[in-house]
């Protein structure tokens, strides 16, 4: 009995009318955990009301902690009838439960009820009283800590990074129950969100487990998202990376010994073998994952190689599982021989984390991604998922081998997701191949894997360029040359990754926003017939994605792109393709060739000319785009730097064939390595429209960058004004003459006309990058296309931009540099913290008394109470200040990225993950599908915020909408629309508030971007 | 290629100025995005029509949703809904409870009901202002009016406590209310000269002087036993000015007022004749507008005899403006000279706002 929670009902307000005849409402609220409930006094007649009740008292096991949410129902009270809900608020206790994190919940939360959305809101004290009986940690796994962000929490130290964990659970989803035939939608509804806060905390739990058993103690980017499989259940699972953190105490502990083990170098097997068959024995030991054999030291036993592996091989793992999908029966009986081996789990490299600390990324491979479309069926024994599991274990193995194949023992970067029409499903699974460092890994781990890459990694930048497999035994052909930053090691001509730009990369001028889009349709089928036909479109697809990526690639000048997301989602008549990327120019790769096109019939002469003015356009739009993004590479004297290995046929030309995509990885020539040309050939209409696509994305307006990575290179100026939103926009196609040309052209206008609303929407922000682009892309209903975007948009110092232009040595020491001083100043900050006298107090009572200045971060609040409000100088010539203005609302910064600009994170106070289910039954009132959706957006955001606030936090930071289904049904005036958040709440101060922090008084002046983004000006 | 849906919902709402501007002068979503067009916000930006037409469709989105708050600002502040920085906030209702001079004329006055709300049509038509503004306008009036009419406490006090508006801003208001509350005639031809400046301004200086809640004197230090009404005009002291009658009807104290008055100012004013070939008149019609107050009717179109005694006949002698400063101050100082009169301070009460208003009535 390890816990006691405690919960005070403090007040509430603005509560809606519920008695029409009073206007008024009596209102009281029922306190639930578990099975025990509690409620307080009725608080007649008030919309106002104050309850200050007892502090209500649940005696539980630390299990129920990590898996129940609070459940706080403000109903009215009525005589003669039922009581009447007014709305409910869910408080996930877990950030409570370990030590570092949050040590209150205390705020206003928003009252929410899914019909009505936000109704008033409800000031609540939460605590927990843990007995700390470390041993007994069996089903909890309290104490566990967990990071949505991809990289090692800013305030943190990796003492070693341990691995891959993952788990899911499933269950019938209460919307398909009988029962819900029979209960209102609410019920529905709220027995929906209720079970899947259970599900999250369950599953949370069982990480936390597993964490525990690999001795770390905490898990960085944790992934968690649900699977809605209709009438076979639900699926909630989540990935991520066990690690080992130490809170930051000494800056010097940071400083990784970089220059470490001068062991002994050791043969490592697959430096003799680089046949993919053989290494799948070699590696996998049933050990953790740290035994591979990492080869840090390849410098030495061979030249390295390159190629662009990633797009050779995507389309043979889209085949290979395809293929998969059909023939179900046997597959399972071998996948679960595979489960069976519960050890074999832990056998997957991966790494969730797609930023890392210096020197822990080796080399990079390149993207490996596996797809495979499986049949739904019903689940039956929820408690035992096996062949969710088992489908999921078997993709994971692909990419296991798809790495190794790239001579690499780790997939960095990784992610999972799904695509869900009817009975069909997609799994996907993607990550970069690389070569790891296995200093971080465990302490136990040898394998001969030393360090001498002092003299080659240091200076440059450049080392995690350099191909890890063999160059004469490449898995595909590739066109390497020498590093144009080292000469020493080879590198390819394009590297393509899912992880962020590594801090130290040498990168020149800035980079983009790269996105490939294609629609396919698809006949309607059932059953088998349908996952045949989606798993034969796959790889075509997939081909495509990465042509159209080249493509793009090319035209902008650059060479490698960074944070490549593919998304393939189905529908019932189409599979739409959805890539998104941030291209750069890596100093290391080579100057990437133009792209020429060939005209098929070359004795027309129209025709001719026809091409040769597209030609025109090509070559000036590659010039255009140089000059915007910067790109002015030193020139270098033509080395001889060969590649003879590799001499395969059709290097230099696209083409536009069917066939060859099928089986072999060889076969699908894309490494157009030659640095002339990239032949284009225009045989028919269709690679005509390609072309045409290719120039008809339009470049921002200028002052506008944009990326989907976390940091866009080129620009580290970041001033701290942030702007982090949603967009979601839903097209109907005409359902006449659809064809794939059709579709294509519209979907690329949906996304261009998408990209160009945001960039006129914030274009009082200029200069400024929209970072963390995400794009979703989903077909809710036949015809319907639906896109959603999420990102930040970050202003910066243009001027400073400008004087950017030093060597990229000379930047990565300075970037070097700044990192130790922020570590330098992050024991200040703690120190501040932790003094007595200024505690977080993220209580009402600081809310309510603070000035209005609601730039204030909640840390701040309590002593700026005294100070004069500066609210809207000019327009409040206050003779009295009013009353109401000084307790406004405090700001929360919502953003994508692990960091926030200008600001230093002084503490994490827990993951946020919500889920929310919204519908309407009078969708035309409420102003049709956007209004109704705007409305809950903001409402979401609102109840994020909240819940952030209550913690003490000001920000919540890799913040990503993980979902956002919506369904509409018009003609009967509904519509339903699930949304699922999740980020780490955080304290942040500001830099210049740490500079005038004198040790002891945190600076009460509130800068004016404090203000949250004054964008619109 | 419709879209169905297309939104955008920034952690911080955006607020476009200039957008919310054409939504609170009630255009609708197409001409908001033709007055767009037209300022050439496309060539500035390179959008599109249909990006305009998406940006504005949100922003008036938002502003619908925002409304509900703007009804009661201070809920705007508290509100978890929306992230506005403070300056945003202040400026969202500032604006939202602005008003056009060419709807307020129309209605300054008038009692805040229905069958105002009806004329709102016409008033409409003869202002160029769209009728979707002009009920904004309207029922902004109007609430602020209901949520004032029985508080006690300064009255600007009030509205800027709960409607946060600026110092301004709740003056005016202050003005509109009072306006509405005792219902004084401002539409009538011969007043049409005069602005809602020119109203607000007695507006104030009655508020001050001539209501209950100017009874306790000093506003810094109102007593709490008066009644602290700052809407209502202090009937005790409209039934009071009746004895200043004797001012005019004591043919003795007319002369001697007169003639103090004449001594004073001969020499000093470039209309000397006509001031004093007019004195009774104007005397008379001070008085006796004064003592005609009791009656509500009398009340309403206080302005109006404002203007027909004292105002017009002015104008039509020319006089110049300072003359007539002159002329009230020596008007209003005499009567103290007078012996047989007793009630100097009915007078001064009286007169003080009186000479206030006047001067700023007298212009063209």
């Known amino acids: 009995m390890p816990g006691k929670l405690k919960v005070k009902i403090v007040a509430g307000r603005h509560l809606p009318v519920m008695d029409r005849a009073s206007d008024l409402t009596d209102a009281f609220v029922e306190v639930k955990f578990g099975n025990t409930t509690f409620k307080t006094d009725v608080y007649l007649k008030s919309l106002n009301p104050q309850w200050n009740s007892e502090w209500f008292k649940f005696e539980v096991d630390d299990e129920d902690l990590q898996d129940e949410p609070l459940q706080i129902t403000v109903l009215d009270h009525d005589t003669y009838s039922a009581n009447d809900a007014i709305g409910k608020v869910y408080i996930d206790i877990d950030p409570l439960l370990y030590s570092e994190a949050a040590t209150v919940i205390s705020g206003w939360f928003p009252i929410y009820d899914t019909i009505h959305g936000i109704r008033g809101e409800i000031n609540v004290v939460v605590k927990v009283d843990l007995f700390n009986d470390l041993n007994r940690f069996r089903q909890s796994s309290c104490g566990i800590k967990f990071f949505c962000t991809t990289s090692i929490p800013k305030c943190y130290r990796a003492v070693i990074i341990h691995g891959f964990v993952e788990e899911l659970v499933v269950n019938e989803d209460p919307e398909y129950q009988w029962i819900d035939r029979i209960r209102t939608p609410r019920a529905s509804n709220e027995a929906r969100q209720r079970l899947i806060s259970l599900m999250s905390g369950e599953l949370q739990r069982k990480i936390g487990l597993k964490v525990l058993e690999m001795r770390g103690n905490a898990v960085v980017g944790y992934l968690q998202c649900f699977d809605l499989e209709g009438e076979s259940g639900l699926v909630v699972r989540a990935i991520g990376t066990a690690c080992t953190l130490d809170k930051l105490s000494s800056p010097a502990a940071f400083l990784p010994a970089c220059n470490s083990p001068s062991k002994e170098m050791k043969e490592i097997p697959f430096n003799e073998d680089p046949n993919p068959n053989t290494h799948s024995s070699g590696p996998s030991t049933p050990l953790k994952n740290q035994t591979y054999s990492f080869s840090p030291s390849k410098s030495y036993s061979r030249q390295s190689s390159s190629s662009d592996t990633d797009l050779s091989l995507t389309p043979k793992t889209g085949m290979g599982s395809g293929s998969a999908g059909k023939e179900g029966g046997p597959f399972k009986a071998l996948l679960r021989q595979q489960t069976q081996s519960a050890l074999e789990q832990r056998e997957f490299p991966f790494f969730t984390l797609t930023a890392f600390p210096p020197g822990f990324l080796v080399h990079v491979g390149g993207v490996v991604s596996a797809r495979s479309v499986k049949l739904l069926d019903r689940i039956h024994n929820p408690d035992e998922p096996e062949t969710r599991d088992a489908w999921w274990a078997e993709i994971r193995q692909e990419i296991k081998s798809h790495a190794k194949a790239l001579g690499c023992h780790a997939v960095v970067g990784y992610s999972e997701s799904t695509s869900i029409c009817e009975e069909v499903c997609i799994l996907s699974a993607s990550g970069t191949a690389a070569v790891l460092n296995p200093r971080f890994l465990q302490d136990g781990t040898v394998e001969g894997c030393l360090e001498q890459r002092l003299e080659e990694n240091l200076p440059a930048g450049c080392g995690f360029c350099h191909i890890p497999y063999d160059e004469l035994n490449m898995p595909f052909p590739a066109h390497l040359t020498y590093c144009y930053n080292c000469r020493k090691q080879k590198v390819p001509d394009v590297l393509f990754t899912t992880i962020d730009l590594p801090m130290d990369a040498a990168v020149i001028g800035k980079g983009c926003l790269i996105q490939a889009r294609l629609c396919r349709l698809k006949k309607k089928a059932q059953a088998e017939a349908n996952a045949t036909a989606i798993s034969n479109l796959l790889p075509f697809m997939e081909y495509e994605v990465h042509t159209q990526l080249m493509n793009k690639l090319k035209l902008k000048g650059m060479n490698a792109l960074f944070g490549l997301r593919i998304q393939i989602s189905v529908g019932e008549n189409m599979l739409m393709g959805l890539a998104s990327a941030t291209g750069v120019y890596l100093a290391a790769l080579p100057t990437p060739g133009g792209i020429q096109i060939a005209g098929k019939t070359p004795n027309d002469g129209s025709y001719e000319q026809h091409i040769s003015h597209m030609q025109k356009k090509i070559n000036d739009t590659i010039a255009k785009n140089k000059e915007l993004y910067e790109i002015n590479p030193p020139e270098i004297c033509e080395e001889i730097i060969g590649s003879p290995i590799p001499e395969p046929r059709q290097r230099s030309r696209l083409l536009r064939s069917q066939s060859e995509s099928s089986d072999e990885v060889t076969e699908l020539d894309l490494s157009h390595g030659k640095k002339d040309a990239f032949v284009l050939e225009i045989d028919d209409t269709d690679a005509m429209e390609d072309v045409h696509s290719l120039l008809t994305d339009v470049p921002p307006p200028s002052g506008f960058y944009s990326c989907n990575t976390e940091i866009m290179p080129g620009i580290n100026n970041w001033t701290s004004e942030i702007q982090m939103f949603t967009s979601v926009r839903v097209i109907r196609l005409s359902s006449l003459n659809l064809t794939n040309q059709a579709l294509n052209k519209n979907f690329n206008d949906l996304c261009e006309n998408l990209l160009k609303s945001l960039y006129f929407k914030l274009r009082s922000m200029i200069p400024c990058c929209l970072c963390h682009v995400n794009f979703t892309v989903s077909l809710p209903e036949d015809e319907l296309i639906q896109v959603t975007v999420t990102a930040v948009a970050i202003t910066f110092d243009k001027n400073q931009a400008l004087q950017t232009t030093k060597t990229h040595a000379e930047k990565s020491l300075q970037r070097a540099s700044t990192d130790n001083e922020e570590l330098l100043q992050f024991p200040l900050e703690l120190c501040s913290d932790s003094l007595p006298s200024h505690p977080f107090p993220p209580a009402k009572e600081h809310l309510e008394s603070a000035s209005s200045n609601s730039g204030i971060p909640a840390a701040q609040r309590a002593v700026t109470v005294e100070k004069a409000s500066p609210v809207g100088e000019g327009n409040f010539r206050n003779r009295s200040s009013p009353p109401c203005a000084n307790s406004t609302v405090g700001v929360v910064k919502m953003t994508p990225l692990s960091f926030i600009p200008g600001a230093k994170i002084t503490k994490y106070l827990g993951i946020i993950n919500m889920f929310f289910i919204r519908e309407t039954t009078s969708l035309r009132e409420e102003g049709g599908v956007s209004g109704f959706l705007h409305a809950f957006i903001a409402e979401v955001f609102a109840m994020v915020r909240a819940h952030v606030a209550a913690l003490g936090g000001n920000a919540v930071v890799s913040y990503i909408m993980k979902q956002c289904v919506f369904m509409e049904n018009p003609n009967k005036n509904q519509a339903q629309c699930l949304i699922n958040v999740s980020g780490d709440a955080v304290v942040f101060v500001r830099e210049s508030e740490l500079e005038v922090v004198s040790t002891q008084q945190p600076a009460a002046t509130c800068q004016p971007s404090c203000t949250g983004g004054e964008v619109t000006t | ?364």
Request: hydrophobic share 40%.
């Open chain 2, 1 to 364: 290629m419709a879209s169905e849906l297309d939104i955008f919902v920034g952690n911080t709402t955006l607020i476009d100025e200039d957008v919310y501007r054409l939504w609170l002068d009630g255009y609708s979503v197409s001409d908001a995005v033709a007055l767009r067009v037209r300022s050439g916000i496309l060539e500035q930006t390179g959008a599109t029509a249909a990006v305009l037409q998406s940006d504005t469709m949100d922003h008036y989105r938002t502003f619908q949703m925002l409304e509900r708050l703007l009804h009661a600002p201070p809920k705007l502040l508290h509100q978890l809904i929306f992230q506005i920085p403070p300056s945003r906030q202040a400026l969202l209702i500032e604006r939202y409870y602005a008003f056009d001079e060419a709807f307020v004329r129309e209605v300054l006055g008038k009692k805040l009901s229905k069958g105002t709300k009806k004329d709102l049509d016409d008033i409409s038509t003869k202002t160029g202002i769209t009728l979707k503004s002009c009920r904004r306008q309207f029922d902004n009036f109007k609430r602020v009016f209901k949520v004032v009419e029985e508080m006690r406490g300064s009255l600007v006090d009030n509205i800027q406590q709960h409607f946060l508006l600026s110092d301004r801003l709740a003056r005016d208001y202050a003005a509109i209310v009072f306006f509405a509350n005792n219902r004084f005639e401002t539409g009538k031809k011969k007043l049409q000269y005069l602005s809602f400046g020119d109203f607000a301004f007695c507006a104030e200086l009655m508020i001050q002087n001539w209501t209950l809640g100017a009874v306790g004197e000093a506003p810094t230090d109102p007593d709490p036993q008066a009644d602290d009404m700052d809407m209502d005009l202090d009937k005790e002291f409209l039934q009071d000015l009746k004895e200043l009658k004797v001012l005019v009807a004591d043919k003795d104290l007319l002369d001697l007022h007169k003639s103090l008055v004449c001594t004073a100012l001969r020499g000093k004013l470039g209309v000397f004749s006509e001031m004093e070939a007019n004195f009774k008149n104007l005397s008379r019609g001070l008085v006796n507008v004064a003592a005609k107050l009791t009656h509500n009717k009398d009340v309403r179109d206080l302005f109006v005899d404002l203007v027909e005694k004292f105002v017009e006949p002015c104008r039509s002698d020319h006089w110049p403006l300072n003359d007539v400063r002159l002329f009230l101050n020596q008007y209003s100082a005499s009567v103290h000279s007078l012996d047989g009169f007793r009630h100097q301070a009915l007078w001064d009460r009286y007169m003080g706002t009186l000479r206030g208003c006047l001067l700023r009535l007298c212009h063209d």
